[in-house]
């Protein structure tokens, strides 16, 4: 019996830290992913700023709320605008921004092969 409560003790002490690391994870990722408003160029995982402080328990406890990830992006982009994420969700807004990259190669792709055939003739 003494083993069984050891044992099960471990369980639940193991299952506990793997939850742990788990959030930890999660709360780095969103944080890795919001800039700081304060700090130019900065991350709110790399800023040490109040801004940043503040954001960093205002994601926590939206975690501990059971907010998932978009959740927490979509709150904090109604409060201070799409500029707080470094990787926006592409929407019809946004939508060029997101295809220009695209589209100026493949028209430099077209230009290219068009000139090089006139070469060619």
Known sequence: MKNFLLQLFF???VNNALLCMEKNDQELKIFKNLRCLICQGQSVADSNSDFAQTIKLVVK???????????????????????IVYKP?????????????????????????????????
């Open 11 to 13: 369980l639940l002490f």
């Open 61 to 83: 406890d939206k975690l501990k709320d059971g907010k998932s990830e978009n959740e927490i992006y979509d709150f904090l982009v109604s409060k201070y605008g799409e500029w």
């Open 89 to 121: 969700q592409m929407n019809k807004t946004n939508f060029i921004l997101w295809a220009s990259p695209y589209l100026i190669l493949i028209s430099g792709l077209i230009l290219f092969f068009y000139l090089m055939r006139k070469r060619h003739k």
